[in-house]
């Protein structure tokens, strides 16, 4: 009993051993292997896709834009420097545009201030002209009709019909040569002053970018004029004048 024992444990063994060791071995499943491709391609698009998010693609012609260098975008600006040539011209065709050309507009009402004031001396010298002359045409005609005309040039404290005829036809050619100069006088001044306003536009022209800052100064000091500095035996005193520019 005891040899077939033995022989039943053997063989239960010899059963055992190979079954223990096929559980230890156990086969991977396929849907593991799918899962671990997966998750390293997963990985893969992944790093891909933050690598390209990384990378700043224009969306537009202003994103272009603004990829480009600064230089290539800033404009210069030019500073203005007026014509002297066409400073003239404009103030030759209407006196004030070579002052507006020049943006001296501060200028404007000075210069045409000037042209309503001459303007104003012409017609008022004119008027009181006419009034004179045509007074002294109706005394010198003896013509009755035409009397009125230099009754009313009389003074005030006159009688027409006691008034010396020749010596107040003295007094209207005076009154007329009078106003007569005064009149050509303010025309020949309203010609100077129109051309005044085209040297006017022309020096401002020329003169347009000349540094006008306080460093341009004149500066006058006193001084000590040592012998040693002069042919003088002594020291002497003086004022020193010096120009900055």
């Known amino acids: 009993m005891l040899r077939y024992r033995n022989i039943v444990c053997l063989l239960l063994i010899s059963i055992a051993l190979p079954l223990t060791a096929q559980q230890n071995i156990v ?9 671990n491709i997966d998750s390293t391609v997963v990985l893969q698009t992944d790093s891909i896709k933050n690598e390209a998010e990384n990378i700043i693609l224009p969306k537009s012609s ?18 203005f420097k007026p014509d002297p ?34 303007t104003y001396a012409i017609t008022w010298n004119n008027s009181h002209y006419q009034d004179y002359f045509e007074g002294q045409k109706a005394i010198l005609d003896d013509n009755p009709d035409n ?39 303010s025309i020949i001044l309203t010609v100077a002053w129109y051309g005044l306003g085209i040297i006017d536009a022309y020096v401002d022209a020329q003169l347009f970018e000349f540094d006008v800052s306080p460093n341009l100064s004149m500066r006058v000091e006193p001084v000590i004029l040592k012998k040693t500095d002069s042919d003088y035996l002594a020291n002497s005193y003086g004022f020193r004048c010096s120009f900055s520019f």
């Open 85 to 118: 040539k066409k400073a003239i011209l404009y103030s030759a065709i209407f006196p004030g545009l070579g002052q507006i050309y020049n943006r001296k507009y501060w200028k404007l009402p000075i210069l045409y201030g000037g042209f309503i004031g001459f």
């Open 27 to 35: 086969p991977q499943h396929p849907d593991s292997i799918k899962i």
């Open 147 to 185: 009397d009125h005309v230099w009754h009313r040039l009389l003074p005030y404290s006159m009688n027409p019909a006691t008034a010396d005829t020749k010596w107040f036809a003295g007094v209207l050619k005076d009154k007329k040569n009078y106003f007569r100069y005064y009149r050509d006088l």
């Open 62 to 79: 202003d994103s272009v834009l603004n990829v480009l260098p600064p230089k290539i975008l800033t404009v210069e600006k030019k500073s």
